[in-house]
T-cell receptor, first 111, second 114 residues
Framework: GEDVEQSLFLSVREGDSSVINCTYT??????LYWYKQEPGAGLQLLTY?????DMKQDQRLTVLLNKKDKHLSLRIADTQTGDSAIYFC???????????FGTGTRLLVSP | DADVTQTPRNRITKTGKRIMLECSQT?????MYWYRQDPGLGLRLIYY???????NKGEISDGYSVSRQAQAKFSLSLESAIPNQTALYFC?????????????FGPGTRLTVL
């Protein structure tokens, strides 16, 4: 079955690195995504990784994928107060044509 | 202008009332989705539609119905609202592509059922 788990809350200081973790259960995932939800807004795609990759870097963002452990992480370098938001991981599974979202991690960045 | 719009943005209603939430998109996407968001539960899929004639139930469709009036419009109805349907509701769209499925979200409708 499909199940995506995240820790609910993470608090960091401005300038530190943030690491948000996600575990999923379906080994047939093809793409895994990170979405960001700012207060009062809908979700926006932040980055994604194809399942045959181990790592993807995009400016301050680094995505790591461990397929053996079904573990996905998002590292935000030099975290800013504007990064405060809820972050969702999601997987798309071959043949299902829909996304399964995690529970979301609320990131709070303090000055 | 926003590509995916939802109306109303906020709604307070009473138990037993019929409610319709509307979603419109200008992205030209065939696929549209309705989710609800609850704290600690993330987003759960209510219904999805891959074109005007194709509507499918998601994981939590009980108590909800949908109508795909046109490619650009997808409405969610609560026939008889109950308090545990209090939540934030999102509409989303996506293109029809392989297994890559970037979804574009509306701003959400906050629904409170008293």
């Amino acid at each position: 079955g499909e199940d995506v788990e995240q820790s609910l809350f993470l608090s960091v200081r401005e300038g530190d690195s943030s690491v948000i973790n996600c575990t999923y259960t379906d080994s047939s995932s093809t793409y895994l995504y990170w979405y960001k939800q700012e207060p009062g807004a809908g979700l926006q795609l932040l980055t994604y990784i194809f399942s045959n990759m181990d790592m993807k870097q995009d400016q301050r963002l680094t995505v790591l994928l461990n397929k053996k452990d079904k573990h996905l992480s998002l590292r935000i370098a030099d975290t800013q107060t504007g990064d405060s938001a809820i972050y969702f991981c999601a997987e798309s599974i071959t043949g299902f044509q829909k996304l399964v979202f995690g529970t979301g991690t609320r990131l709070l960045v303090s000055p | 202008d926003a590509d995916v719009t939802q109306t109303p943005r906020n709604r307070i209603t009473k138990t037993g009332k019929r409610i319709m939430l509307e979603c419109s998109q200008t992205k030209g996407h065939d696929r549209m989705y309705w989710y609800r968001q609850d704290p600690g539960l993330g987003l759960r899929l209510i219904y999805y539609s891959f074109d005007v004639k194709d509507i499918n139930k998601g994981e939590i469709s009980d108590g909800y119905s949908v109508s795909r009036q046109a490619q650009a419009k997808f409405s969610l109805s609560l026939e008889s609202a109950i308090p545990n349907q209090t939540a934030l509701y999102f509409c989303a769209t996506s293109e029809q592509t392989g297994s890559y499925n970037e979804q574009f979200f509306g701003p959400g409708t906050r629904l409170t059922v008293l």
